[in-house]
């Protein structure tokens, strides 16, 4: 889906001219966006919010949705061309990649992975969400329940 709707993405401000973006963007709400099989009405809201609001995503995002996607492909659940137009149309949209930060190896997402049985890459969206103070869009259970138990807005679901 390179764009839903009379709006196409390149027709929005960059994420770098929106002064607070919406949430924080997880790959698993992304995904539903490109891949026909998963499609639903509140991954469509989700893409027009962030259409018209932008959105964070940690550094990891681009590599993360770059590898689940060809995993669809190779998978004969996406076409290699959709892949192309997908991450044409991720790259258009008003999403701010948040660098991974000053300090390396700071041990915020370990000690949040550790607590909630994550991923030290999911832990890293929920340090952007507590740290942008702004909602989460994930549809990953185990994620949404460490972000609502972080008192983290969770929207996706």
């Given at each position: 889906?390179?764009?839903?709707?009379?709006?196409?993405?390149?027709?929005?401000?960059?994420?770098?001219?929106?002064?607070?973006?919406?949430?924080?963007?997880?790959?698993?709400?992304?995904?539903?966006?490109?891949?026909?099989?998963?499609?639903?009405?509140?991954?469509?809201?989700?893409?027009?919010?962030?259409?018209?609001?932008?959105?964070?995503?940690?550094?990891?995002?681009?590599?993360?949705?770059?590898?689940?996607?060809?995993?669809?492909?190779?998978?004969?659940?996406?076409?290699?061309?959709?892949?192309?137009?997908?991450?044409?149309?991720?790259?258009?949209?008003?999403?701010?990649?948040?660098?991974?930060?000053?300090?390396?190896?700071?041990?915020?997402?370990v000690?949040?992975?550790?607590?909630?049985?994550?991923?030290?890459?999911d832990?890293?969206?929920?340090?952007?969400?507590?740290?942008?103070?702004?909602?989460?869009?994930?549809?990953d259970?185990?994620?949404?329940?460490?972000?609502?138990?972080?008192?983290?807005?969770?929207?996706?679901?």
């Amino acid at each position: 889906m390179a764009a839903r709707g009379p709006e196409h993405p390149r027709d929005r401000p960059p994420a770098a001219q929106i002064l607070r973006l919406a949430l924080v963007l997880d790959v698993s709400v992304a995904l539903q966006w490109f891949l026909t099989d998963e499609r639903n009405s509140a991954a469509n809201r989700l893409f027009d919010r962030v259409l018209a609001e932008g959105a964070y995503v940690p550094a990891l995002f681009r590599w993360e949705i770059e590898n689940v996607l060809l995993s669809a492909e190779r998978a004969s659940r996406i076409a290699p061309d959709d892949v192309d137009r997908a991450l044409e149309a991720l790259r258009e949209m008003p999403i701010l990649v948040e660098p991974p930060g000053e300090r390396i190896f700071a041990g915020g997402e370990v000690r949040l992975a550790r607590h909630y049985d994550l991923s030290a890459y999911d832990a890293a969206y929920l340090t952007l969400a507590a740290s942008r103070n702004v909602p989460l869009a994930t549809t990953d259970d185990a994620l949404a329940h460490a972000a609502l138990d972080l008192r983290i807005r969770v929207v996706g679901r």
